[in-house]
């Protein structure tokens, strides 16, 4: 009997051994997803993802959590990011800070994008827009370099933090312009906005996500958008370049990112699952809205782009001398 029970339970083991494989193929995600959004709750990035989890969310079988991770140009939310296992239920949505400028502008930064990252996927790209308060003076971009460079250092811009796009964007022009306006950085773009509606700070670089409502409703008044042809969603405004300020492009660049060493079977499941989300018809309907761009496409292309990119604003970077610590 007792060699009877042994023999059952040999086959029983090697029965379980034979089908574990099989069972762990095909098998991500058994639990949710947390999402990682370095910024505050109610700015684009942060209604992006929001956008793109609930798409994503029925056919990937999980729940995906977003988790507000925002401060220090993003990297809180990457240090969490990259302390988590890289089994697929951490991702992060990483933006310009992360993918493209921190590296440039940190002395000493804990992580290399080229090589500590999984790329996912490229989601796509906001626009942004020069915008002031209603009550500031300048009504027009030339106007408004005429103003900066008739009250020297006494203009100050906001932006959604240290090395934001925004934060980048203003940079940029500053150099086409050769004008000098002084950076008070928040912590999200929603409590930027929000004060330059009040009038404590006049005027930022605005994503479209963000700020399209206060625009359409006359709360800020936008002057130029930083894109090589107008945005669908405000056709009236003009592009710097059209008012003389060439290569003055600029937006916030967005991807999925998971930490290095993530499983492939995993990252192809959430890549296949973000081209499919793009296409959903609320998605499709808010990225018309706020002109946002998509870039669906493999995680080489988006590490591709992510490199390319990142040279480019490196160079822009070392020309405005930005330095964090």
Do not use: C
Request: net charge positive; charged share 15%.
């Amino acid at each position: 009997m007792k060699k009877f029970l042994r023999l059952i339970a040999a086959g029983l083991t090697l029965a379980a051994t034979i089908h574990a494989p099989a069972q762990a193929q095909g098998s991500y995600p058994s639990q949710p997803v947390r999402w990682i959004v370095p910024y505050v709750a109610g700015g684009g990035t942060d209604n992006l993802a929001r956008a793109l989890a609930d798409a994503m969310t029925p056919s990937l079988g999980q729940p995906i959590v977003i988790d507000n991770r925002p401060g220090a140009s993003t990297n809180i939310g990457v240090s969490v990011m990259m302390q988590a296992k890289p089994d697929g239920y951490t991702i992060m949505q990483a933006e310009n800070a992360a993918l493209l400028f921190n590296e440039h502008m940190f002395a000493k930064l804990a992580y290399k994008p080229a090589s500590d990252f999984t790329y996912i996927g490229a989601i796509g790209r906001f626009p942004v827009a020069l915008v002031v308060n209603p009550n500031f003076p300048a009504k027009t971009v030339a106007e408004f370099v005429s103003y900066v460079k008739a009250h020297p250092d006494q203009v100050s811009y906001a932006s959604p933090g240290n090395g934001s796009p925004h934060h980048m964007a203003m940079e940029l022009f500053k150099q086409k312009a050769g004008i000098n306006v002084q950076h008070v950085p928040y912590k999200g773009a929603a409590p930027a906005m929000t004060d330059v509606m009040g009038g404590q700070v006049p005027t930022m670089m605005l994503d479209l996500a963000s700020g399209l409502p206060a625009i359409k409703a006359g709360k800020v008044r936008v002057l130029a958008i930083a894109l090589p042809q107008r945005a669908a969603a405000l056709p009236d405004v003009p592009t710097f370049a059209e008012l003389g300020f060439q290569d003055m492009n600029a937006y916030a660049f967005h991807g999925l990112i998971g930490p290095a060493g993530m499983p492939a079977e995993a990252v192809n499941r959430l890549n296949s699952e973000l081209n499919k989300a793009m296409k959903a018809p609320k998605v499709v309907k808010l990225f018309a809205e706020f002109g946002f761009e998509a870039l669906p496409g493999t995680p080489q292309d988006f590490y591709k782009l992510s490199r390319a990119e990142s040279e480019r604003w490196g160079r822009i970077i070392k020309t405005a001398g930005v330095q964090l610590d």
